[in-house]
């Protein structure tokens, strides 16, 4: 394994972006004041909503975060790969992210809107009888009450469907022939009843959310969908408001909500009236697989979307969000293999970006700084000293990692045994590297309830 150096080099070279301006200038994303309004507290909001949809937009979706005049969304050159992962990701409730907005009575104009985003968890999605099969999820528990009843179990002949496929006491793949109606529900095993021994769980029986069973015999309890596992009952993003509980992850040490937008404001457009605040810091937890959550944060976030009305309450059409994944984010984001852009398990989304294949297929800027100018840098100088550049030190062995970075100010740092170079800190103790990728999400939004 390739030694890594922590080192601040004695006489760091100056970058020659870094010091072309003898007046700093300020961090791009400052923060606006709060609106004169109701205070930003849980459970107490006026309208609860829930992010329905999300993706990657296109290059000409970004917003101008550099203030250059154009849109930035680098990292719209890998919305087609991670599409299906977050589309999966919503079929199987693991990203729940609820919105409660305050200040807010109706979708009209308004000069002084706030809200919170949480983090949600699926009040349906138990496994109430420890059998390792989660109810709700595509291919999950049909009965959540049974620990010998789950997908991969032994299929007998006792009236139930063991196995969940949706059919009862069908022993080595033969259909029974069971026209007994034990439950008296007016369905026999024969004709599909998939539990005969309760009158709540046949063929056309409604699901009934939260109640562990698989009422309408479709091989998952709590959940009724479509061939292409798309939920069409006990959904949390339909037009049909479903609880969702707040996960404590969503609130700091005081209770108060980690991530909120105070400065919003609804103007009238030709589009409809139209949502804006920001910036500020948006942050989503992303399950992945056995265990593995990505924490995706976005800084200097900026959210747009148009408000309607839904019923009686709101929702978010053609939502925006835009910021910046900075370098030190990129470098935690682990655990990951997709071949396509070089990222490894063993590797970083910033060893990928710039020590592999992403950084070319982003066509993020190449680097300036003499002697490494076979590097790359982020596309936003969040910090505008001059971008940031990251580096593999030895980029002829096989080992690609970044493991040295310079600051646009002209330092250099390097790892070491323990410590990432992204994690290096100026004289005031404020994250050095703090320049990042340009992103920008495409989101929508549906009613929900928000609990306690």
Known sequence: MKFRVLAALAAPFILAAGCSDPEKKPPLFQPNPECTGEAVTPYQ????????????????????????????NKLAAVGSLAKSAIDDSFKKYDVLIPIEFFDLQSAAPDTCVKFAIYLGIDPYRTDTDTDGKEATVP?????DHDDTIHPGATETVNGKDDDCNGKADDVGGTASDDIADTDKDGVTIKDGDCDDTNNMVHPGQAEICGDGLDNDCDGVADRTQDVDGTATACNPFDDTPDPVQLDPRSFDASNKPLITFVDGTIENSPDGLVLHAGPSIFEVTI??????????????ATIEGIIAADGDGVKVTKGRIGGVIDARTADTIRGLDVSQIGLTKDNSLLDATFANLLGPLLALPKSTVQ???????????????????????????????????IDGDGTVVMDNGTTQCTEAVDNAGKPRFVDGISVELNFETRPTIIMK
């Open 139 to 143: 291919e999950g528990d049909c009965n």
């Open 287 to 300: 399950p992945v697989t056995n265990g593995l959550n990505l924490d995706l944060k976005i800084t200097g």
């Open 371 to 405: 002697g490494h100018t076979t590097c790359r840098t982020p596309d936003i100088d969040v910090d505008r000293d001059g971008l940031e550049t990251f580096c593999d030190s030895n980029p002829n062995d096989d080992i690609k990692i970044v493991d040295l970075c």
């Open 45 to 72: 909001g006026s309208h609860d909503t829930i992010i329905s949809s999300l993706e990657i937009g296109s290059s000409t979706d970004g917003f101008d975060l550099d203030q250059d005049g154009k849109p930035d």
